[in-house]
Each structure stands twice: as C-alpha cells, then as structure tokens.
C-alpha cells in the first residue's frame, strides 16, 4: 500500500516562500504520475500540478502557475513544491498523491486523476495578509 507523508508548511507573509516535500513508502515516484493537490477552506480538494512518468512536461492549475515548481527526484524519491509569491489565497492544506501509469494521467489545468489513496496527512500552509 502507498503512503505518502508531505512536510515543510507554515504560516509565511503574503509574498514570502515555502518549500513543501513528499515521501512515499511502498512505490517509486520514478516512472509514476505524481501530483500536488490543496484544499483551501470552504473549496473542495483540487489538483494544482502534476507530472507525467516521462517527466517531460509539468502542468500546473492558473492559479499558480508562474509562481509554483513542481519537481521529483528520482534518486532520493521525493517530490519538491517550491511556492514563490505565496497570496493569501494559498491558505489550505496541501496533500502530495501518487498515481499508476495504466490508471492515472495529467489534465492540463494541473491535476492528475485517479491518485492512489489512501492520502497522507497533508501539511498545512497558511499566508497571512
């Protein structure tokens, strides 16, 4: 069974960054869908990027798109999201999943489907105003 432990939240100014990181036990990053979601208060869990098995190509929601990078190192199998110019509108918890080759994909507003569940314990950012 996947398991996936996300770290690396915190309460920041609005235009500061963090840096989230995710673990897994149980399945290699390399060579799987991986994606970030975020649950922001009063809003459904929702995909914010993802990469493919190729790694060639990440795609990222709009909302953050130009001030996120979403990146996977194969070697010390862990997943990196390094938010620049966090807003307010950052605020939620942030969740890292894991998806099969022949079951998941990439939607290109940023989220993978199908994740592998069950989902960790997410790491919690907030961006005060």
């Known amino acids: 069974q996947v398991q996936v432990v996300e770290s690396g939240g915190g309460l920041v100014e609005a235009g500061e960054y963090l840096t989230l990181t995710c673990t897994a036990s149980?399945?290699?990053?390399?060579?799987?869908?991986v994606g970030w979601f975020r649950q922001t208060p009063g809003k459904e869990r929702e995909g914010i990027s993802c990469?493919?098995?190729?790694?060639?190509?990440?795609y990222y929601a709009d909302s953050v798109k130009g001030r996120f990078t979403f990146s996977r190192d194969n070697a010390k199998n862990i997943l990196s999201l390094q938010m620049n110019s966090l807003k307010p509108e950052d605020t939620g918890m942030y969740y890292c999943?894991?998806?099969?080759?022949?079951?998941?994909?990439?939607?290109?507003?940023?989220?993978?489907?199908?994740?592998?569940?069950?989902w960790g314990p997410g790491t919690q950012v907030t961006v005060s105003s």
């Open positions: 999943a894991v998806g099969g080759i022949t079951t998941a994909s990439c939607r290109g507003n940023g989220e993978m489907t199908s994740p592998l569940g069950p």
């Open positions: 149980g399945m290699r990053f390399e060579g799987s869908y």
């Open positions: 990469i493919p098995p190729s790694g060639r190509i990440t």
